[in-house]
Nanobody, 115 residues
Framework: QVQLVESGGGSVQAGESLKLSCVAP????????MGWYRQPPGKKRELVSRISSDGFITYADSVKGRFTVSQDNDKNTLYLQMKSLEIEDTAVYYC?????????WGQGTQVTVSS
């Protein structure tokens, strides 16, 4: 039972920034692979960024150069800094933890970008 809680979503205009947070149970960030995913309206969930167990970070092509993933182990928190937001970034954003072959998901936080 791994509970992940996302926060930081909201409504912004194109070009602005938001920072999402994902609070995880103790030790999860150090023991599990972590990731951010999103589900745009009418589409399936897609990968945004992933951190492997050895610290390797990947980003989807659509967010490279604009989004940055980081974590603070002392606060048990994973972050997603989103800059230069575009209308196409509108989606529900989910935090995920891949632990010992099983993936846990947060409830999601809504990000809405308007022109």
């Amino acid at each position: 039972q791994v509970q992940l809680v996302e926060s930081g979503g909201g409504s912004v205009q194109a070009g602005e920034s938001l920072k999402l947070s994902c609070v995880a149970p103790e030790n999860i960030l150090s023991e599990c692979g972590m990731g951010w995913y999103r589900q745009p309206p009418g589409k399936k969930r897609e990968l945004v960024s992933r951190i492997s167990s050895d610290g390797f970070i990947t980003y989807a092509d659509s967010v490279k150069g604009r989004f940055t993933v980081s974590q603070d182990n002392d606060k048990n928190t994973l972050y997603l800094q989103m800059k230069s937001l575009e209308i196409e970034d509108t989606a529900v954003y989910y935090c995920a933890a891949n632990c010992y072959g099983y993936t846990y998901w947060g409830q999601g936080t809504q990000v809405t970008v308007s022109s």
